[in-house]
């Protein structure tokens, strides 16, 4: 029979061992954003401790190389997978990247249908009004090596499991994708919330057209709080993480006040919507949110909702 010495060493050994387990199927989250260049757009990477997931790959290829640089920082892990949460061009120009390092890109199939779309409307945009690229400088459009209707599940090296689900619902784009952690207990939402900062308020691009939504932007954001738990740490594509319990409910009254200060602005303007509007429109959101950052999101990204409360 044992002593109760040798149970004691015994049972410390398996408590101390599933500790040490827990702790490395957990994984680790690393968190990389661009600067204004790219639109402050953050790169999440999910390590679990033998492979890297990636969430969201950048306006551009070179600012997807920053994104790749800053992980071989934190580990030594290979990038095996990229996942695009939704079809917006900060979220897959960088593919090229990506593909270049062997990653396998990831994407629901209504955000592949929908990419060719947004990426011509952005694409005039940025070449022929904003004159921030030419046709040959800007980024190509990039393909899916794997597609999915509903779900599907990434089994990592480790035995975690990462689980997408398209939500087959619009909000700040005309879809949108969501990346459940298990391990991590962490859900990846693109930019569904911006915590602690302004919002891009554009809106779906439909048949040419931003067409701004807040309520089917808020009724996403009320299915993620019947689905997920509470606790569940959530990592926007801007902004600081934090949990479902705080960050979602926050975001939902924000875009309820980004509604009512745009239509407050509207009505006091007598003609068109001009540049200094915007940058007015801006300053009404600062003193509004004084602790959010990013400002600049309401001078460039507003003209959607602003038009959808005209």
């Known amino acids: 029979m044992k002593t109760m010495n040798q149970f004691v060493t015994t049972l410390f050994f398996i408590i101390m061992t599933t500790a040490l387990t827990n702790a490395q199927t957990k994984g680790s989250i690393y968190t990389f954003e661009s600067d204004g260049s790219g639109f402050n757009t953050k790169t999440i990477f999910y390590d679990d401790g033998k492979e890297v997931v990636a969430f969201d790959a950048q306006f551009t290829p070179a ?33 090229p990247s990506f593909k270049a390092i062997g990653a396998k890109v990831i994407m629901s199939q209504l955000s ?21 690229f030419t046709n ?11 597609t999915f209707d509903e779900s ?21 784009s005309i879809n949108q994708t969501v990346a459940f952690i298990s391990s991590a207990n962490a859900l990846v939402i693109g930019d ?31 299915f993620l709080k019947a689905t997920y738990q509470a606790d ?60 959010y950052s990013l400002g600049y999101m309401i001078a460039y990204g507003a003209y959607g909702i602003l038009a959808s409360v005209k």
């Open 232 to 291: 569940t740490e959530v990592y926007g594509g801007r902004g600081d993480h934090g949990q479902l319990s705080k960050v979602v409910p926050e975001q939902i009254a924000y875009l309820q006040t980004a509604q009512r200060l745009s239509k407050e602005y509207v009505n006091t303007l007598g003609g068109d919507i001009t540049k200094a509007d915007y940058a007015q429109l801006q300053k009404n959101f600062e003193k509004t949110f004084p602790e």
């Open 152 to 172: 599907y599940s990434i089994t990592l090296a480790n035995g975690g499991k990462v689980l997408l689900t398209e939500t087959k619902k619009s909000g700040i």
């Open 136 to 146: 040959e400088t800007y980024p190509s459009l990039p393909k899916a090596d794997i």
């Open 112 to 132: 592949a249908d929908n990419l060719e779309a947004v990426y011509n409307y952005k694409k005039y945009y940025f070449v022929e009004v904003a004159k921030m």
């Open 63 to 95: 600012l997807a190389q920053k994104a790749i640089d800053f992980l071989k920082t934190k580990t030594a892990n290979p990038i095996k997978y990229l996942v695009v949460t939704h079809p917006n061009p900060d979220k897959f120009n960088g593919i």
């Open 192 to 222: 569904l919330v911006h915590h602690k900062t302004h919002a891009w308020l554009e809106g779906p691009i439909i048949n040419g057209v931003a067409t701004y939504n807040g309520e089917n932007w808020i009724n996403t954001l009320k």
